[in-house]
């Protein structure tokens, strides 16, 4: 399962950090984060896809690119994906989620919700004054 926290209202430039906690089976080498607005479709934000060994890339949207940032921790063999979020704006407004991939997909499949077969309940982001 993926259990999303973290989310909260926050003013306009503010910070904001969600996490998504793994736990009860292993996942492929793939997390990301997507966003969706009310009335809108769900929009890909990020991905950490494993490159080998202990090392990973970073995949941004246009949108949050320099604004946010994916990181992930497997210490102690539990695997917390994190998503800092900043200099947030009201656009940014949405419910959060994360998602794993059984696998390693391929760069240009991680915006792509099919990709995922593994999602979390979401965290709502509220960007207000």
């Known amino acids: 399962q993926l259990q999303a926290s973290g989310g909260g209202l926050v003013q306009p430039g503010g910070f904001l950090r969600l996490s998504c906690a793994v736990s009860?089976?292993?996942?492929?080498?793939?997390m990301a984060w997507f966003r969706q607005a009310p009335g809108k479709e769900r929009e890909f934000v990020g991905a950490i896809r494993s490159t080998g060994g202990s090392a990973y890339s970073t995949h941004y949207a246009g949108s949050v690119r320099g604004r946010f940032t994916i990181s992930r921790d497997n210490a102690n063999a539990k695997i917390t994906v994190y998503l800092q979020m900043g200099s947030l704006k009201p656009e940014d407004t949405a419910v959060h989620y994360c998602?794993?991939?059984?696998?390693?997909?391929?760069?240009?499949?991680?915006?792509?919700?099919?990709?995922?077969?593994?999602w979390g309940q979401g965290t709502q982001v509220t960007v207000s004054s």
């Open positions: 009860g089976r292993t996942f492929g080498s793939t």
């Open positions: 998602a794993a991939s059984s696998g390693n997909p391929i760069v240009s499949s991680l915006s792509n919700t099919g990709t995922y077969g593994y």
